[in-house]
């Protein structure tokens, strides 16, 4: 078996000679690491979190440098091009290489500058792990705390008045017997619970979903969702509804 720490040094070391034709280009401007490498968690299971800065003009010519680098270690075993961007200025590729170590891919995003600074943010993002920075663009930067306080309390009466309506959804698909359906509605009712937790346990942090939870969450609350998640039937799916409305009234009013 391939071993992760040489393989995914050797993947970065090729990535940063297939970028060095593009240093002298003005509309290029760095490529950092993001993900669990600006973390400080990078461990056997790690994959190549790529954020490529760089006008949006030369897109093509960089996807075609960076997949030919790629290829030359191992032929791709699948790629998928992101086609819903989250961002403006923002493309997404993932790359599975044969002969990688389980669960080694390469996420490479292309962004434009005005975006690429978001991704700088300390409090959200870590810090980035320098690839290639010849015109040393690579800056810590700081959240605008005002605009994500506001967003966090737009998020919060957003998720209270949500519950009542996915409840019911849930209570409805149970009654008719559709599992598909009810199981459905009830994931909606999980991401909320998480979304809560976040804004109380990472506040900073309290929009990245399903990510990082066993860092970020204390223990017995990773239990309790852990235990909602996983439920074998409709009938346990029921009995933990009463369970999941404590703990959303219970999160909902620490945060007030």
């Keep these: 078996m391939t071993e992760p720490t040489h393989y995914r040094a050797r993947v970065v070391q090729t990535i940063v000679t297939a970028l060095g034709r593009f240093g002298d280009d003005d509309r290029f401007f760095a490529a950092f690491e993001g993900g669990s490498a600006a973390t400080g968690r990078l461990d056997a299971y790690s994959d190549i979190d790529l954020c490529v800065v760089a006008d949006p003009a030369l897109n093509d010519a960089l996807f075609a440098a960076i997949e030919d680098a790629l290829q030359a270690i191992g032929p791709f075993s ?3 091009n992101v086609a819903d961007a989250p961002w ?4 997404q590729k993932f790359y599975f290489l044969d002969g990688a170590p389980p669960f080694f891919a390469v996420d490479c995003s292309l962004v434009a500058p005005e975006t690429g600074r978001m991704f700088l943010e300390e409090e959200r993002h870590g810090t980035a792990q320098v690839v290639f920075d010849p015109k040393h663009w690579i800056a810590p930067q700081r959240m605008d705390r005002a605009a994500h306080e506001m967003r966090r309390q737009r998020r919060l009466v957003q998720n209270r008045a949500a519950w009542p309506v996915y409840r019911m959804l849930v209570d409805k698909e ?3 017997g559709h ?3 009810a199981n459905g509605f009830y994931q909606a009712l999980l991401r909320m619970l998480i979304e809560l937790a976040g804004m109380l346990h990472r ?3 309290f929009d990245f979903g399903w990510r990082y939870l066993h860092h970020d969450l204390p223990p017995d609350l990773q239990g309790t969702l852990t235990d909602l998640a996983c439920a074998a039937n409709l009938d346990a799916l029921a009995a933990r509804l009463p369970r999941a409305d404590a703990l959303h009234r219970e999160l909902s009013r620490a945060l007030d």
């Design 179 to 181: 599992p598909l359906d």
């Design 88 to 91: 403006p200025g923002f493309t």
């Design 203 to 205: 506040p900073d942090r």
């Design 78 to 80: 699948h790629v998928w």
């Design 174 to 176: 149970l009654a008719r």
